[in-house]
């Protein structure tokens, strides 16, 4: 019993919390949103990106992108000040209408 309680612990310490970078963009960042923001301009073939609090001033992002018609998984590590600049970016664009997307 009390293993399965420290793997059960073990397990919630190590998953990172999703954090919403805008409320404009959601949890998740798509292909039109980063294009029209510039977030990730480095990333070729860009598809997607999520955000987690690592600890109090570290962040990572999981970026989804195609590289030769395979999707891969490239991590990205920020410290808090960097992270708040990424926000500031996000936050300063207008949403984006379904006809941007298009």
């Given at each position: 019993?009390?293993?399965?309680?420290?793997?059960?612990?073990l397990l919630a310490v190590q998953e990172p919390e999703v954090v919403v970078l805008s409320i404009?963009?959601?949890s998740s960042i798509d292909a039109a949103e980063n294009i029209l923001m510039g977030l990730f301009p480095d990333i070729k073939g860009f598809e997607s990106a999520q955000f987690y609090k690592i600890s109090d001033n570290r962040y990572m992002a999981k970026i989804v992108f195609m590289d030769r018609s395979r999707r891969r998984l490239k991590k990205r590590?920020?410290?808090?000040?960097?992270?708040q600049r990424l926000k500031y970016l996000a936050g300063s664009h207008p949403e984006i209408t379904d006809e941007q997307r298009e």
């Open positions: 019993m009390t293993v399965f309680l420290f793997c059960q612990l404009k963009v959601g590590h920020y410290s808090w000040k960097q992270f």
